[in-house]
């Protein structure tokens, strides 16, 4: 063998062969990233343990508009009380149980994660930089509360149709559908909102999951007590909970149910409040981070 004078060295090894592939730049890293935190958030290609929650609560989101469904359909119309079936507002009031706690537990295994393992700073050495990281988190997040926020009137809405139990005409189900989904778009995007901005304040997901379940319950207690005392009725939407469940029955034209006097003007104001603040809460604590890459 001979050798090469200093600075002439050659790699000889021709296993090494250049890239052909289609390069994907940032976009295809923001699509990867929120690919893997979704099957993450669900427990998907992980062990049995990792589905256990997040499973059975999408399950019972589902589960309602099965239970409604399935009798309008095995019983006879005249059978069937004509309240029996929620309105498209008021269904989301028999999952709200499963979809807080469907939200505290997604955003803490998606974003705390990679802050415990270390796996931020390998992310941030690819194309990806902090604000294109929390994009693809986001959409993970927002794909995933979709699942429960936006699937389940979905379905009840489809169901209904098809079984002719109204809305009626193409018009009326056009308007429907529109509000279906703009409820269910609303809605997901507030609670990606809350649950990435009490996230990002933790790297343990178990704090992150309590604290999320503590908001919800807090809230919830101080408006009780501020309605007590005579506080004014749109004091309520400090309360993430009555805030959503007020917000989809006014996006399904029917009066607020827990804020009737309370200006439309009001209950917008606290679901942007809420949903902007968590965001940026979310992307100001991403940015204070020391990462070693």
């Known amino acids: 063998m001979t050798d090469l004078p200093a600075g002439e060295a050659r790699i000889l090894d021709r296993g090494y062969r250049h890239f052909t592939g289609e390069r994907t730049g940032v976009p295809g890293a923001v699509r990867a990233l929120a690919v893997h935190s979704f099957q993450r958030a669900l427990g998907l290609r992980r062990n049995l343990w990792a589905k256990a929650l997040p499973l059975p609560a999408v399950l019972i989101a589902y589960l309602p508009a099965i239970v409604f469904v399935g009798v309008v359909a095995l019983f006879p119309v005249e059978d069937v009380p004509t309240d029996f079936l929620p309105s498209y507002g008021d269904y989301y009031g028999f999952v709200i149980a499963a979809i807080m706690l469907f939200v505290a537990f997604v955003a803490p295994e998606v974003l705390c994660t990679d802050r415990r393992t270390g796996m931020l700073g390998v992310y941030l050495s690819s194309p990806l930089d902090r604000d294109t990281y929390l994009l693809g988190k986001a959409i993970a997040i927002a794909t995933a509360l979709s699942l429960v926020c936006l699937g389940p009137p979905l379905l009840l809405l489809v169901a209904n149709v098809l079984q002719s139990q109204g809305p009626d005409g193409v018009g009326d189900i056009l308007l429907a559908l529109v509000r279906v989904l703009t409820a269910g778009v609303v809605l997901t995007l ?97 940015h204070a981070v020391q990462v070693s890459r």
Do not use: C
């Open 190 to 286: 507030f609670y990606t909102g809350i649950t990435m901005g009490m996230a990002s304040l933790t790297d343990r997901k178990t704090v992150a999951t309590a604290g999320i379940i503590l908001v919800f319950l807090v809230s919830i207690m101080v408006t009780g007590i501020l309605n007590v005392s005579g506080a004014a009725e749109g004091s309520q939407a400090i309360s993430p909970t009555y805030l959503s469940l007020d917000l989809a029955s006014r996006i399904h034209g029917e009066p607020g149910n827990l804020m009737p006097s309370a200006s439309s003007a009001l209950v917008w104001g606290a679901w942007l409040a809420w949903t902007v603040g968590g965001f940026a809460l979310a992307r100001f604590r991403l």
